[in-house]
């Protein structure tokens, strides 16, 4: 009698189906020119030293990365997905910017003592379902900054409440329509995302989680991982963390 043939279900984050379809709702014209100002944020916050070398992790199509460079920082961004760095690369030569893209696992990459600082933004932490591979990462990011070096991390706090419901449409007025719910997950710890996608009379539902850190636990995370001081903030203007936050934002140091 044969065994049970079992099958491996590839996780969101892994699937390239997934992020082709959130892509362009994820990515539009709003977020591209928001970028501008998180960067302008997280220079000041952070104090980013001029020149300095910087790793974007999980950069998606370079919003960041692209912004940096042409700040005249030395930039290099890191995704798995291959459609999005081949957009980061159209968009940079199209500019003439300097900026490297690499395709890699953010669990993955390393560069010891490479960089002057680093940024994980758009609430890129937590996409795991094993709270150690989360570790794992930001001890890879402590072995690629150099001493001195200063890390960003942009995420959603512990306790987030999100609104029941948003729907939007492209600001060009093409027909992709976006209804996005958000509620926390049942074990209080995550938050479960609903997207239904529309466009040209198709719809596709994504469902996915994201696990949400407390202040002291994220504080707790980055020092397990090698970090010497971590300062919690409210926005990227430096509000103070404080119940009811919509964002966290954590500055860790080397």
């Not at 500019?95 to 933004?121: C, Q, S, T, W, Y």
């Not at 900054?145 to 995420?155: A, Q």
């Not at 202040?215 to 119940?243: H, I, N, W």
């Amino acid at each position: 009698m044969g065994g049970i043939r079992r099958t491996r279900t590839t996780p969101w984050h892994e699937s390239d189906r997934f992020w082709r379809i959130i892509g362009p709702a994820n990515f539009d014209d709003e977020r591209w020119e928001e970028a501008g100002r998180e960067v302008e944020g997280v220079v000041a916050l952070a104090g980013f030293a001029p020149g300095a070398s910087v790793l974007d992790l999980a950069c998606g199509p370079g919003r960041h990365s692209l912004e940096l460079a042409r700040r005249g920082f030395a930039v290099t961004g890191v995704d798995r997905t291959a459609a999005f760095l081949k957009e980061a690369r159209r968009r940079a030569a199209a500019e003439g910017v300097a900026a490297e893209f690499v395709r890699e696992d953010m669990r993955r990459f390393v560069r010891p003592r490479a960089f002057d600082a680093a940024i994980l933004m758009q609430f890129s932490l937590g996409y795991f379902e094993d709270p150690r591979q989360d570790l794992a990462v930001l001890r890879l990011v402590r072995r690629s900054l150099r001493k001195g070096g200063v890390f960003v991390v942009d995420t959603l706090p512990g306790g987030y409440v999100p609104e029941t419901c948003g729907r939007w449409a492209r600001p060009d007025g093409s027909t992709l329509t976006v209804v996005e719910a958000l509620r926390p997950g049942r074990d209080g710890t995550s938050l479960e995302s609903l997207w239904e996608i529309g466009r040209g009379g198709k719809i596709r539902t994504l469902r996915f989680s994201v696990r949400l850190y407390a202040g002291e636990e994220l504080t707790a995370l980055l020092s397990k991982a090698g970090f010497r001081s971590v300062d919690l903030y409210a926005d990227l203007e430096g509000a103070p963390l404080a119940p009811g936050a919509r964002r966290m934002i954590a500055v860790a140091r080397v």
